[in-house]
């Protein structure tokens, strides 16, 4: 056949089906995306931030568009809720991939603040000694160079710092303001890859123990893609199942409500085995994100391995994100599956809580006993998922608030406690710090008191409301599992305490480094916030229960 006749055939081919005319033009709605794109936009001024500027005022440029950019971000959030958009105005925004309603703005709001906060410990530059006239911050010198090399160590007597942490903060806040948000399968993929990616990269740079810090980010890196693996490998079954990725059209098609069957739909919408083992793997991966046995075993070598303020805001930022998707897959996407997925909730959180509980007490480095601390926070969170109720979806975003900034507070004060060797994260190095240092041992005891749920503490106003909402969503054995669970926690809560405030200092221990302003924010928010909602938590109860409804 000739050249001419199959270009013929080709324009005729296409006359006819008149494709041009079928593409629209994508309808943005920039004003509800907006503090979305304010943190990108600020991530991409910080990369040519770090192109242009020199290299002595880097720090401070980047220092200036990262707290801007969160608080015009986060003033962004706020205008939104004030406008109606998390009650009457919810709906779905970018052609049905992203979902403005309340249970978004709330955790966007709550990942903004979180990562403002955890800003501060990036930027603190006042608790390692000097070197070479220089003052230096928790990540390594030159990212690039080889521990131990003479690279590295020309970097350090330049004085080099790896300011490139401040755009990747930022994109990784960008990921994880779009995680809890996404409508649409395809979205939620590209943002869990996006905020993951910055972290993988931001736990292999701690300035001391630099090897141990790249073995956790290799451990991480090789764990997530892993569990980014069976995300993907379930959205192609449940996309294959229902013929769509849009949230709300799976739901229908799984619910038996869905209008347009066509013959390729009909045959797919009987093969259940596409549905459940799709629907598992995509939990499977968000189970990994948010920490929950036996999907944790990344958790205290990360924790442990990563710089501290690192630590921090990871431990809190990706579990408000994470925790967000998982409310809105299995009550937006899967609720037609809710007599499938409880019983598999109830037996992931019984053993969340249990396990996270009894190992921490074996732990003798406080940076992985917090790491199992926060899986048996995991644990009790999923309790407030189970309830499959609005009380149950409000408590768990009151408890992810609260949680947050104890985390990033407590985790900010672990960087102050020091040695020659850097940060003192050792449990008997503790010792008798309430004697050498009653300031930082007591602001740390209210945060392990928080994190115990001690009444008058933000922990104690969130495991009371999410026991509550699980108890009334006829969970009521599984509260009896949470209420074990915390006190075999308390135990190792009191039992730093105790270390701290009852036993003798040793002459050769830690010294406590006096911070910049930035860490003393960092730690007052921290501390205001725990007392704050431990003593009056109702407004902020209330406010987590108007926001507590999803749009479909």
């Known amino acids: 056949m000739s050249a001419t006749a199959v270009h013929s055939l080709w324009t005729t081919a296409v006359t006819a089906a008149d494709p041009i005319s079928k593409i629209d033009a994508p309808k943005i709605e920039y004003g509800q995306l907006a503090p979305t794109l304010i943190v990108v936009g600020a991530a991409i001024v910080g990369v040519l931030i770090e192109a242009a500027v020199p290299r002595k005022s880097r720090y401070y440029a980047q220092m200036f568009v990262a707290v801007v950019s969160l608080a015009a971000a986060f003033a962004a959030v706020v205008a939104l809720a004030a406008d109606g958009y998390g009650t009457t105005k919810a709906g779905i925004a970018a052609m049905g991939a992203i979902a403005v309603d309340g249970p978004a703005l709330?955790?966007?709001?709550?990942?903004?603040?979180?990562?403002?906060?955890?800003?501060?410990?990036?930027?603190?530059?006042?608790?390692?000694?000097?070197?070479?006239?220089?003052?230096?911050?928790?990540?390594?010198?030159?990212?690039?160079?080889?521990?131990?090399?003479?690279?590295?160590?020309?970097?350090?007597?330049?004085?080099?710092?790896?300011?490139?942490?401040?755009?990747?903060?930022?994109?990784?806040?960008?990921?994880?303001?779009?995680?809890?948000?996404?409508?649409?399968?395809?979205?939620?993929?590209?943002?869990?890859?996006?905020?993951?990616?910055?972290?993988?990269?931001?736990?292999?740079?701690?300035r001391r123990k630099r090897l141990m810090s790249q073995e956790a980010a290799v451990k991480y890196f090789l764990l997530g893609a892993f569990a980014s693996a069976f995300t993907l490998f379930g959205i192609a079954l449940l996309y294959g199942y229902s013929g769509s990725m849009s949230y709300a059209t799976i739901a229908q098609v799984v619910d038996g409500t869905v209008q347009d069957i066509t013959p390729a739909l009909a045959g797919t919408m009987g093969n259940d085995a596409l549905l459940l083992v799709g629907a598992a793997l995509l939990v499977m991966g968000l189970l990994f994100k948010v920490g929950a046995v036996p999907f944790h075993m990344w958790t205290p070598d990360v924790y442990q391995g990563a710089p501290t303020p690192v630590t921090g805001f990871m431990a809190a930022a990706t579990k408000v994100a994470a925790f967000g998707a998982l409310l809105r897959v299995l009550y937006v996407v899967l609720p037609g599956l809710r007599w499938d997925w409880r019983p598999v909730m109830w037996a992931v959180a019984i053993v969340t809580m249990l396990g996270g509980a009894i190992v921490a007490i074996t732990q003798t480095d406080i940076k992985r006993l917090l790491a199992y601390s926060s899986i048996a926070h995991a644990g009790f969170i999923l309790a407030g998922v189970i309830a499959t109720t609005p009380d149950g979806v409000s408590s768990v975003l009151f408890y992810l608030a609260a949680y947050s900034f104890v985390t990033v507070g407590a985790f900010a004060v672990v960087t102050l406690v020091r040695d020659a060797g850097g940060e003192a994260t050792h449990l008997s190095k503790w010792a008798g710090l309430g004697r050498r240092s009653p300031l930082v041992a007591a602001v740390f005891a209210v945060f392990l008191l928080a994190f115990a749920g001690i009444p008058l503490t933000s922990g104690f106003a969130g495991k009371f409301a999410v026991f509550k909402a699980a108890a009334e969503g006829g969970a009521a054995p599984l509260v009896v599992v949470g209420v074990i669970s915390s006190a075999i926690a308390a135990f190792f809560y009191i039992r730093v305490i105790v270390l701290m405030f009852f036993s003798e200092p040793r002459p050769e221990g830690p010294t406590v480094a006096v911070p910049s302003p930035l860490t003393m924010t960092a730690i007052a928010v921290g501390v205001a916030v725990t007392v704050v909602l431990g003593v009056a938590p109702q407004y902020f109860l209330e406010l987590a229960g108007d926001a507590g409804v999803f749009v479909r």
């Not at 000097?130 to 010198?141: K, M, Q």
């Not at 996404?182 to 590209?190: G, Y």
């Open 106 to 206: 709330f955790l966007q709001g709550t990942i903004l603040l979180t990562a403002l906060v955890g800003l501060f410990t990036f930027a603190e530059r006042r608790l390692d000694p000097e070197t070479h006239g220089n003052r230096v911050d928790s990540f390594a010198a030159q990212a690039a160079s080889v521990p131990g090399s003479d690279s590295e160590k020309r970097a350090v007597k330049a004085g080099f710092t790896t300011t490139e942490v401040f755009p990747l903060l930022m994109f990784a806040v960008a990921g994880m303001l779009i995680f809890p948000a996404a409508n649409d399968l395809l979205t939620l993929f590209v943002a869990l890859e996006v905020f993951s990616l910055p972290l993988y990269l931001l736990c292999a740079l701690a």
